[in-house]
């Protein structure tokens, strides 16, 4: 299984931007998918969660809830993580993960500052 995040990089506070996850090695479409952040000394913390298999729903962090959003498209083995409106407290390293699992990607720099 491996999970390749891309998408990260430098955004002035109020900008946007989308991460990506590209999935391989698993069934992808019956699988929940997770983003999670790590902040420089805090713990990771979930930042949104997509379920999969035939009922998809999102759900988001209190701390993102209204400027981001996660989303999937499995005819490409990708979930998405849109980020508007960012702060510097979004600032993070963000991961992906499937759901229930010990996969993770490698992670993605997101370093929100004027």
């Known amino acids: 299984v491996q999970l390749v995040e891309s998408g990260g990089g430098l955004v002035r506070p109020g900008g946007s931007l989308r991460l990506s996850c590209a999935a391989s090695?698993?069934?992808?479409?019956?699988?929940?998918m997770r983003w999670y952040r790590q902040a420089p000394g805090k713990e990771r913390e979930l930042v949104a969660t997509?379920?999969?298999?035939?009922?998809?729903?999102?759900y988001s962090a209190d701390a993102v809830k209204g400027r981001f959003v996660i989303s999937r498209d499995n005819a490409k083995n990708t979930v998405y993580l849109q980020m508007n409106s960012l702060k510097p407290e979004d600032t993070a390293v963000y991961y992906c993960?499937?759901?229930?699992?010990?996969?993770w990607g490698q992670g993605t720099q997101v370093t929100v500052s004027s």
């Open positions: 997509i379920t999969g298999g035939e009922l998809i729903k999102p």
């Open positions: 090695g698993l069934t992808f479409d019956t699988f929940g």
């Open positions: 993960n499937a759901w229930g699992t010990q996969f």
